[in-house]
């Protein structure tokens, strides 16, 4: 991989809060950036004609078959949101997602659906990309929900959109600004309760411009 300072002209490109990226050659114009930071991200760049344009972007570029097939049944019961809820808090720095997409790196959506697969034993999705996942929540639930309405264990995400890099959370108890949110750091590779909703508002939508929205944790039919 080439280091991002030898592609001066794929700046514009990158996310605003990326600490640094790597860049690997897919074609003879056809670039992956790999973004590193809290949260990472990868973008598919294309050099036509001297100039540069996006194809693709998410927290990993997959395209793995989605639960399209399958029927959404609707939201957990909350008795299991509870169980999710007391998971999240009692694996902060005892959950590694080293093992998810890039080490750990690309693994915000992939460290979610282990732990909600471990505690209630099925999956929420196969996807670990917050652009792919989000579409489904909406065909589940038709729209976010009030934040006040969702219960500890649910999700709070914001979609990767453009070359903008996305996140996905677990949502803890309380309402409003100092609600806690949990979820993977990619610099560490570790489950953390790294936000709140008034900090994860800052960073996603003041920043990055990209919408918050929250949904129970959905639940699909055999």
Not at 30 to 56: M, N, Y
Not at 143 to 153: K, L, N, Q, S, Y
Not at 177 to 193: C, F, M, P, V
Request: charged share 20%; glycine share 10%; with cysteine.
């Amino acid at each position: 991989m080439d280091d991002i300072a030898d592609y001066p002209d794929f700046k514009g490109f990158l996310d605003p809060t990326a600490e640094g990226a790597k860049v690997e050659r897919k074609g003879d114009e056809t670039f992956l950036v790999t973004l590193r930071g809290e949260e990472g991200g990868q973008i598919l760049l294309r050099r036509v004609d001297g100039k540069i344009e996006l194809l693709e972007a998410d927290n990993v570029l997959d395209r793995e078959a989605r639960f399209a097939a399958r029927a959404c049944a609707g939201a957990c019961t909350a008795e299991q949101h509870a169980l999710v809820a007391q998971a999240i808090v009692r694996l902060v720095n005892n959950y590694s997602s080293a093992q998810g997409p890039d080490h750990g790196n690309l693994a915000c959506l992939w460290a979610v659906r282990h732990i909600v697969h471990d505690v209630l034993e099925f999956w929420i999705t196969r996807s670990d990309g917050t652009a792919s996942f989000y579409p489904d929540l909406v065909s589940c639930f038709g729209a976010g929900r009030p934040e006040a309405e969702v219960a500890a264990g649910g999700i709070v995400i914001s979609p990767t959109s453009g070359s903008r890099i996305g996140h996905i959370g677990l949502l803890g108890a309380g309402h409003g600004d100092t609600r806690l949110i949990y979820s993977n750091s990619s610099a560490a590779a570790q489950w953390k309760q790294n936000h709140t909703i008034a900090t994860w508002r800052a960073r996603y939508r003041d920043v990055k411009g990209l919408p918050v929205y929250f949904f129970p944790l959905p639940q699909y039919g055999a």
